[in-house]
T-cell receptor
Framework: NAGVTQTPKFQVLKTGQSMTLQCAQD?????MYWYRQDPGMGLRLIYY???????DKGEVPNGYNVSRLNKREFSLRLESAAPSQTSVYFC???????????FGQGTRLTVV | AQSVTQLGSHVSVSEGALVLLRCNYS??????LFWYVQYPNQGLQLLLK??????LVKGINGFEAEFKKSETSFHLTKPSAHMSDAAEYFC???????????FGQGTELSVKP
């Protein structure tokens, strides 16, 4: 099983450019998440989707949009990238509330 | 809103010494609690979880954690540190009724020879 697959693994953007981070899971999970990881800040939740067709803001949603295209896929879009969005982004998925979340390998994004 | 606090952003121990990483949650109803580990340049993997069955939870690689409701804590321990335990450790919570998985700030564990 592939688990959670994120693309791309690395990306450099110029300020103001847009891009979409893709995430797909093959575990039939209902819940999917996007986090950003910054030194000393842990993982901060950007957006959360409890099921297909639903999304909810997390702790740091400003500057981001998401789409839960179907049960498998959950994409994160930066409409106008800013240097403050330089970070490592992780997608995750989980089943019922007490089951573990599975993580992708991350996308290292640099905005210059 | 649900939150989780990890005391100590860096912890350094000698090989063979006790590892203690602290985690406290803030909610009146105990949530589900998790410890994840992240090795350099990798994603996160589950060490152990508390789901209101047993208060002492054993995980992988010799780690265990004890849920203490009176202290709203879920501290992670390992009796004897190994060099391979050097990594970043995250405590996380999710409400028992379902919802968002929220992480603490992380604790970087260093193990000295």
């Amino acid at each position: 099983n592939a688990g959670v697959t994120q693309t791309p693994k690395f990306q450099v953007l110029k300020t103001g450019q847009s891009m979409t981070l893709q995430c797909a899971q093959d575990m039939n999970h209902n819940s999917m998440y996007w986090y950003r990881q910054d030194p000393g800040m842990g993982l901060r939740l950007i957006y959360y989707s409890a099921s297909e067709g639903t999304t909810d803001k997390g702790e740091v949603p400003n500057g981001y949009n998401v789409s839960r295209l179907n049960k498998r896929e959950f994409s994160l879009r930066l409409e106008s990238a800013a240097p403050s969005q330089t970070s490592v982004y992780f997608c995750a998925s989980s089943g019922h509330g007490d089951t573990e979340a599975f993580f992708g390998q991350g996308t290292r994004l640099t905005v210059v | 809103a649900q939150s989780v606090t990890q005391l100590g952003s860096h912890v350094s121990v000698s090989e063979g010494a006790l590892v203690l990483l602290r985690c406290n949650y803030s909610s009146s109803v105990p949530p589900y609690l998790f410890w994840y580990v992240q090795y350099p340049n990798q994603g996160l993997q589950l060490l152990l979880k508390y789901t209101s069955a047993a208060t002492l939870v054993k995980g992988i690689n010799g780690f265990e954690a004890e849920f203490k409701k009176s202290e709203t804590s879920f501290h992670l321990t390992k009796p004897s540190a190994h060099m391979s335990d050097a990594a970043e450790y995250f405590c996380a919570v999710i409400p028992q009724g379902g919802g968002k998985l929220i992480f603490g700030q992380g604790t970087e564990l260093s193990v000295k020879p």
